[in-house]
């Protein structure tokens, strides 16, 4: 008994001074029990991916672990509708399925501008004062702000940007900058010097940075930008592998590489503005000088346009048109990448479409779009370019309104991500044959419809259309892909650039094709493809690929240049 009461007293002494660390357990445990409870409360409430740690939450996944996050929520209830991801600094919400999609795309309520602030800030080095300016523009980029913002005029900023981006690369724009491209493409060719003796390079991602990079840039934004800036290219593809960093906010005292290159194209741009601003302000130069310094008129326009925007100066404008040209080519670039990868490690591809362009071309004396449009197999390969490749996240925000997805309701303010791998690789949607090809691999004939095939066409539910008598030949087809095929979003937000991005990666395939042989020096044909920035950009080849390039040895009568 004595024994026993010493034995009780030791083990009270023992434990006394962790009483206030048992009791703050129990109180956390319960609190994240009634959490957990509360997440998972209302029946109309998007339900919560799971997590296990708690402060962290699905932060790490989401972040640094795109593909396999992504994949795991796929999986999760094969679900279509909305699902709350809960992170360290905010919750957002997926929306998945192309009825649900689309709904979003068409939501006059809903805005990019928050977005396109945290890129401003994060990514492209915007002051946050600045950067204020987009956080505060709660009125969307419509003619008429969204219900319930009380803006001024003066402070839409995301109202004023949309308006030049879509006047400068899909209206008036579109036509001069596509003949600068094509001509800048050409000129940058010849001076690679190829003839008909195979040339070698160590790496094929960087012979198309540096052609189509110089080639876009040149066409978008004049030759002064990257006569200002030597190397302008070169870094901007090396930001391009670290921009990751920057919107994960990791610290510059952990890895200040991003920081630096962000720091020195700011600058190289800065510099740019200077070079046109001091040809624009010149006594003796020509209109016509003046715009081709800021690459056109609509782009001149557009630095006016933010200088004199609320709290805009000479860094922030800096920054602004960082985000564009990032935007202008670090998408397009690989993009058109993939498509030569997969026309040239493939020779029967390489065959038809040489062919088709020999027979659409034949009057042509150039790459006329509409020629180029005519050629299914081309359409083809460009449309399973962008499927299998782009994994971007599109966002949107709902300033004013709660939004409605299927029975869940998003509460205002809500922060919302379409991802279009997601909607590239939904099998309910997607067309696989059986399996025999998965959606995880490119299938150059996707998006044909072979009127005697009846498993052929890119949808799996798409009504086929009953051939006509004497109809043999494929047909290019995106029928009943609506919010399923998402490359550029849509709606009043879908990318600005997306038809010059069609003519660039139409026109540089054919061009190769018609004039150029290229063989890629891989083990695997074609070389295995990556996702390095899962939710910022698009695929690229997964290793250093060597390849070989030279002029064709018998040039097709109707060989371009
Ligand atoms: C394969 C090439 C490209 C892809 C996959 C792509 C994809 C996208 C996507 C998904 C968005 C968001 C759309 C939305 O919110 O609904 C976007 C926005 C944007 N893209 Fe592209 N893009 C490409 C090429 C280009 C090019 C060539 C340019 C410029 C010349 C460009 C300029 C922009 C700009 C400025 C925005 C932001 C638009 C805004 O402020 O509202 N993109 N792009």
Redo the contacts with the bound molecule.
Sequence with gaps: MELHHTLLRLNHQDISPLYPFLTLLCLWFLFFCWKSKSDQSYSNEAKTVPYRNPFFKSTIGFAFYGPSFFLRLKLFQRYSGALRVRLVTEDIYIVHGPKYVTEI?QNPNLS?TKA?AYALQYCFGMHPKAAAAYHNDTSG?RTKPIMGSYVKPTGRI?YS??EN?VDC?LKSGLEP?TTQFETALFQYLQLCNLNEEWVYYDDIAKFFENLLGQA?LKA?FGPLLLEANEHFVEDLFEYDKVVMNLARRVPWFINPKPYRLRKKIVESIKRWHSAAKLVSDSVTASASDADSAWGSSIMKDRHEMLMNSEGQDEDSVASTDF??IW???T??VP??LTMAVHTFSDPQILLEVRKALEEQSCHATSLNMDYLEKIPILLSLYAET?RFG?Q?H???DAPHHDVQVGNTTLPQTSIIF?N?WLAHSDDNIWNTQNGRHPLNTFWPYRFLVYPSDSSSGPCKTASKETPQMNETEAKFSAEGLQGSW??????H??????L??KR??LKSVATLAMSYDIEILSYEQPPKFDSPRFGFG?MKPAKVTPFRIRKRSVPSTNSFR
Excluded at 486 to 491: R, V
């Design positions: 795309f990019v396109y980029s995301g940007t949309h981006l690369l900058t876009i978008l985000g564009l935007a202008s080519v998408n397009v993009s058109t962008l782009v971007i599109i966002p949107r379409l279009t998402i490359p550029y979003g849509s709606g937000h879908a990318c600005p650039g997306r010059l991005a660039i990666m698009v």
